[in-house]
């Protein structure tokens, strides 16, 4: 069983940053490609950044190119997702999820693992 633990989020100011964390546990297979998404009030879980575990390739929503960078630390089990310059329309919970592909999927649906959330709020 996969198990997705997220962490980092909190408050922040415009322009300001902020890290989240997720912790891997489970079955290795899974760790093929580990994604970002975000889900603001009232709108669709959006994709935001995934990275490939082999050889960590990235690749980023338009929305967040430039500010946002992910990452993976091997020996610990854990991806990053680096936030700065942070404006108010990034204000959302923000899930970690992961599933076995060689490709990088940015669609919702292809990932089957998922964290509970982690809640990011950005004053304007």
């Known amino acids: 069983q996969v198990q997705l633990v997220e962490s980092g989020g909190g408050l922040v100011q415009a322009g300001g940053s902020l890290r989240l964390s997720c912790a891997l546990s489970g079955r290795t297979f899974s760790r093929y490609i580990m994604g970002w998404f975000r889900q603001a009030p009232g709108k669709e879980r959006e994709f935001v950044a995934a990275?490939?575990?082999?050889?960590?390739?990235?690749y980023y929503a338009d929305s967040v190119k430039g500010r946002f960078t992910i990452s993976r630390d091997n020996d610990k089990n854990m991806v990053y997702l680096q936030m700065d310059s942070l404006k108010f329309e990034d204000t959302a919970v923000y899930y970690c999820a992961s599933d076995s592909r060689v490709s990088i999927p940015t669609m919702e649906y292809e990932y089957g693992y998922w964290g509970q959330g982690t809640q990011v709020t950005v004053s304007s």
């Open positions: 990275i490939r575990w082999s050889d960590g390739i990235t």
